[in-house]
């Protein structure tokens, strides 16, 4: 059977002897995907605690969008949280750059917290 008979079987939904499966997998490599840090984290969360919903997520070909989703979400609420807290007292910098050094670590570990609990850990 030629590649183009075997591509043809899967358009059509037909099913595949185990040879075509394994010339099919040759033919067509998986496209991986890459997510940033909160896309990863959300996809270990819902993989270990929210299996029947990752796996739904898998089937309706849902999670791809919805990672990079959490991804751009994450991104966005980090950029109007920093300039948000970067203009307030508690973390305006001060010219020492140790103390300066410990507020933006501060500043970053509250963000952080705020975007796991509100976009990753849902």
């Keep these: 059977m030629t590649d183009k008979e075997i591509l043809q079987k899967v358009e059509n939904g037909e099913g595949l002897t185990v040879p075509e499966i394994k010339r099919y997998q040759q033919l067509v490599k998986p496209q991986k995907q890459v997510y940033g840090k909160y896309g990863t984290l959300a996809k270990q969360y819902l993989s270990e605690h929210q299996t029947a919903r990752y796996w739904v997520m898998i089937a309706n070909n849902e999670l791809v ?56 850990y849902v």
Excluded: C, P, W
Excluded at 77 to 82: K, T
């Design 65 to 120: 969008d919805y990672l990079h989703g959490v991804d751009r979400q994450a991104d966005e609420l980090y950029e109007v949280m920093y300039n948000k807290l970067s203009n307030s007292e508690q973390y305006k910098r001060t010219g020492n750059f140790m103390e300066d050094y410990r507020r933006i670590t501060e500043m970053q570990k509250v963000i952080e917290t705020e975007i796991l609990n509100e976009i990753v």
